[in-house]
């Protein structure tokens, strides 16, 4: 046993040596170094002496306890490390595996330390940022989102959910289009279902159809007409204005969404469009009314070039565009249609009801004044909506009802305007038959 007992210092010695080489630096390196052979031999235990196996088990478990402790301390109690009990004290061959365990342990923590991180930061949640990691976390998700809408990846959302600048019917409940800063993801929302998509196609197909009218109207022969060049400028005006209306009226439903800016931009062009097209029904109306009467023709044109410029004035003022004005835009606009009714009155009065409701086409007339103040009055009190709240989000609100009847409304103005042209091209240049009449 003796002899058995003077070989474990110099074995002992060997697996130091071994381990302090394989450990470097790290707690181990330190602790195996602090270990020289004087301290392997004898040892004082509290007043006494051990030596060799004995000694070797006393200083494992100090250094090991000594040890994890410090490292605790460095590591805020994260991580825990070997402690005295599980020190091996039998023989010196157990090191290799508390190596291989405190090893592994590091290992394994820095694979934990990435899930314990993310964990944390979820944990944390928004809320328990400070302003600035709110503000970066904001930005951060403001980039994403602006690029998944630029990627055509959006969905529509809410209306409570919307910035105030894009509220404007809080009686379409679902289907909006959210903020989207890219004129491509604009034009390309034209393609999907959301609340705006009536409101587009509505005035889009419109407006191809007069173009296409109008185009075919100026190209038709000059012999079809008594003064070819007035007669297509007169006309022309009604179709430009009701181009210049319908485009600038799906332009801003396609991209309104965009900014607060742009919206406000064409939300301008939008109630100017409107005037324009007013403007322009009155033109050859009047002309052909008032052929033998210029004078007369002449005043009403002026006047009612007067107050359409008024109304484009007023439609450029920021509150105009707001939902409380909404009653106020309808009222401007249907008053300045129903200016018209002076002129109207002046034509039965001098030329009999008989002959406004036959060569007037009154009956005309009086059919597109009936669309457009029932498509503004629609609009203003918000019908049918109001009374079915989130069943007419997509579909036959009162937005593209409006729109219909505007459509609708040009159209039948238009007719009436080509029958007093034809009309005119039958009884001639002359005043003198169509009194005889």
């Known amino acids: 046993?003796?002899?058995?007992?003077?070989?474990?210092?110099?074995?002992?010695?060997?697996?130091?040596?071994?381990?302090?080489?394989?450990?470097?630096?790290?707690?181990?390196?330190?602790?195996?170094?602090?270990?020289?052979?004087?301290?392997?031999?004898?040892?004082k235990l509290d007043g006494g002496e051990?030596?060799?196996?004995?000694?070797?088990?006393?200083?494992?478990?100090h250094r090991t306890a000594s040890t994890a402790q410090s490292t605790e301390e460095t590591t805020s109690g994260s991580h825990n490390y070997l402690t005295a009990t599980e020190c091996p004290s039998e023989n010196g061959s157990l090191l290799d595996s508390d190596a291989q365990k405190r090893k592994a342990e590091l290992e394994n923590r820095g694979e934990e330390e990435p899930e314990q991180e993310e964990r944390a930061s979820g944990d944390e949640g928004f809320m328990g940022m400070t302003p600035l990691l709110q503000a970066h976390h904001?930005?951060?998700?403001?980039?994403?989102?602006?690029?998944?809408?630029?990627?055509g990846r959006w969905r529509v959302i809410p209306h409570d959910v919307l910035p105030d600048w894009l509220k404007?019917?809080?009686f379409l409940l679902?289907?909006?289009?959210?903020?989207?800063?890219?004129?491509?993801?604009?034009?390309?929302?034209?393609?999907?279902?959301?609340?705006?998509?009536?409101?587009?196609?509505?005035?889009?197909?419109?407006?191809?159809?007069?173009?296409?009218?109008?185009?075919?109207?100026?190209?038709?022969?000059?012999?079809?007409?008594?003064?070819?060049?007035?007669?297509?400028?007169?006309?022309?005006?009604f179709f430009l204005g009701a181009i210049l209306c319908l485009s600038f009226s799906w332009l801003f439903h396609t991209v309104y969404c965009h900014s607060e800016g742009v919206s406000?931009?064409?939300?301008?062009?939008?109630?100017?469009?409107?005037?324009?097209?007013?403007?322009?029904?009155?033109?050859?109306?009047?002309?052909?009314?008032?052929?033998c009467s210029p004078q007369p023709c002449l005043i009403y044109s002026l006047v009612i070039l007067v107050l359409g410029l008024a109304a484009i004035f007023v439609s450029q003022c920021d509150f105009f565009a707001t939902p409380q004005y909404r009653g106020v835009r309808a009222g401007v606009f249907v008053g300045l249609?129903?200016?018209?009714?002076?002129?109207?009155?002046?034509?039965?009065?001098?030329?009999g009801l008989i002959k406004a409701t036959t060569i007037g086409q009154m009956g005309w007339l009086f059919l597109m004044a009936t669309l457009y103040i029932t498509g503004a009055c629609l609009y203003a009190a918000r019908i049918p909506e109001r009374f079915f709240p989130g069943k007419c989000d997509i579909w036959f609100h009162s937005h593209q009802l409006f729109h219909i009847l505007v459509v609708a409304g040009a159209f039948v103005h238009f007719h009436g305007v080509s029958n007093l042209q034809e009309f005119r091209y039958t009884v001639g240049a002359g005043c003198a038959a169509e009194g005889n009449l």
């Not at 130091?16 to 707690?27: A, E, Q």
């Not at 301008?268 to 002309?287: E, Q, R």
Request: net charge neutral.
């Open 1 to 43: 046993m003796e002899g058995k007992h003077e070989q474990l210092p110099a074995k002992a010695q060997r697996i130091l040596r071994s381990n302090t080489s394989s450990v470097g630096s790290g707690p181990l390196g330190s602790f195996f170094t602090g270990l020289d052979q004087s301290a392997v031999q004898h040892l």
């Open 50 to 61: 051990a030596s060799g196996a004995e000694g070797m088990a006393f200083v494992l478990r």
């Open 138 to 151: 904001a930005m951060e998700k403001m980039e994403e989102f602006v690029h998944k809408v630029w990627e």
């Open 168 to 170: 404007d019917n809080d």
């Open 174 to 237: 679902h289907g909006h289009r959210p903020p989207m800063p890219s004129f491509r993801a604009c034009f390309k929302s034209i393609f999907r279902i959301h609340t705006e998509t009536g409101n587009i196609w509505t005035h889009l197909l419109g407006c191809l159809f007069f173009l296409f009218l109008g185009l075919m109207y100026m190209f038709r022969p000059n012999m079809s007409f008594v003064a070819p060049v007035q007669e297509k400028v007169v006309i022309g005006t």
């Open 264 to 291: 406000k931009v064409f939300s301008k062009l939008d109630y100017s469009g409107i005037a324009f097209l007013i403007m322009g029904s009155f033109v050859p109306w009047l002309y052909y009314s008032f052929w």
């Open 337 to 351: 249609g129903l200016s018209g009714v002076v002129p109207s009155l002046h034509f039965v009065i001098s030329e």
